[in-house]
Nanobody
Framework: VQLQASGGGLVQAGGSLRLSCAAS????????MGWYRQAPGKQRELVAT???????KYANSVKGRFTISRDNAKNTVYLQMNSLKPEDTAVYYCNGGYCSSYDCYDNFGSWGQGTQVTVSS
């Protein structure tokens, strides 16, 4: 099983990007999921979460600008990022729980490559 984050890029301050995170492999369903980010020289931080039922939470730094959503049929989670700021520059990752046909797990283990978001001023 693996996660593939995509959709990052270079954007000017005030711009928008939409990130996708697709889970693949022997997965029956994805459960509570989250988007994280790690800026150079900083620890990875939680940006937004979404439960399997669609309840969302956001870090104060992105509240009102970012929207997390999911498509359970595609085992994919999205992060719509609007009004981007230079301080949003980071590598963005997703992770969370999933169920295979046999068992359920709290996380995917590997964080994958992530997707780079760079916001210029």
């Amino acid at each position: 099983v693996q996660l593939q984050a995509s959709g990052g890029g270079l954007v000017q301050a005030g711009g928008s990007l939409r990130l996708s995170c697709a889970a693949s492999g022997r997965i029956f369903s994805i459960n509570d999921m989250g988007w994280y980010r790690q800026a150079p020289g900083k620890q990875r931080e939680l940006v937004a979460t979404i439960t399997s039922g669609g309840i969302t939470k956001y870090a104060n730094s992105v509240k009102g600008r970012f929207t997390i959503s999911r498509d359970n049929a595609k085992n994919t989670v999205y992060l719509q990022m609007n009004s981007l700021k230079p301080e949003d520059t980071a590598v963005y990752y997703c992770n969370g729980g999933y169920c295979s046909s046999y068992d359920c797990y709290d996380n995917f283990g590997s964080w994958g490559q992530g997707t780079q978001v760079t916001v210029s001023s």
